[in-house]
């Protein structure tokens, strides 16, 4: 069974960092693409970017580029979103999703509250 | 970058009713087009990909249509578990953007 388990909620202070995490499991994690995803409360989804867990070569959107940067561990299928300088616009959940022929499987997503 | 206009942004319908949902592409995107489900407090689902194909375990009274800029997402005998907001996204050259959304209430 295919499954996406993404680490807990974070509160943190603006100007500060974080690392959210999305641990793979159930089918091989080199072969689909993994992306990220932004849903701000009651609002839309964006696309952020993608990564390619064989070779680690990203593609961002551009409206995250400096923003966000996406790395992967293939020792552990895990696949990480770190973003950095953050302000309130970026209190938001977030989430990682598999692409095969769309995003097929999807985290439980990652609420990140960015509050003094 | 390619926008997604979906519409309608709300609507509310009875159980059996039937319901078309539609997101229209700012250029050409080849069938390269998703549809999802979002259930409040949950992870998008995935119903259809490629414009028409239904996704793994999807009821069959789903089903999706379209081409080049114009797509829709067509929802037969509504059944009161279809409630929520779906979105679209396409992915033919990135960034991959989605639609608006569309919150679908239940009369």
């Known amino acids: 069974e295919v499954q996406l388990q993404q680490s807990g909620p974070e509160l943190v202070k603006p100007g500060a960092s974080v690392k959210i995490s999305c641990k793979a499991s159930?089918?091989?994690?080199?072969?689909?693409?993994m992306n990220w995803v932004k849903q701000s409360h009651g609002k839309s989804l964006e696309w952020i970017g993608r990564?390619?867990?064989?070779?680690?070569?990203?593609f961002y959107n551009q409206k995250f580029k400096g923003k966000a940067t996406l790395t992967v561990d293939k020792s552990s299928s895990t696949a990480h979103m770190e973003l950095l300088s953050l302000t309130s616009e970026d209190s938001a959940v977030y989430y990682c999703?598999?692409?095969?022929?769309?995003?097929?499987?999807w985290g439980q997503g990652t609420s990140v509250t960015v509050s003094s | 970058d390619i926008q997604m206009t979906q519409s309608p942004a709300s609507l509310s319908v009875s159980v059996g009713e039937t319901v078309t949902i539609t997101c229209r592409a700012s250029e050409n995107i080849y069938s390269n087009l998703a549809w999802y489900q979002q259930k409040q407090g949950k992870s998008p689902q995935l119903l259809v990909y490629?414009?028409?194909n239904l996704a793994d375990g999807v009821p069959s009274r789903f089903s999706g249509s379209g081409s080049g800029t114009q797509y829709s997402l067509k929802i037969n005998s509504l059944q009161s578990e279809d409630f929520g907001s779906y979105y679209c996204q396409h992915f033919w050259g990135t960034p991959w953007t989605f639609g608006g959304g569309t919150k679908l209430e239940i009369k």
């Open positions: 159930g089918y091989s994690f080199t072969g689909y693409f």
């Open positions: 490629a414009a028409t």
């Open positions: 999703g598999r692409y095969g022929a769309a995003m097929d499987y």
């Open positions: 990564i390619n867990p064989y070779n680690g070569d990203t």
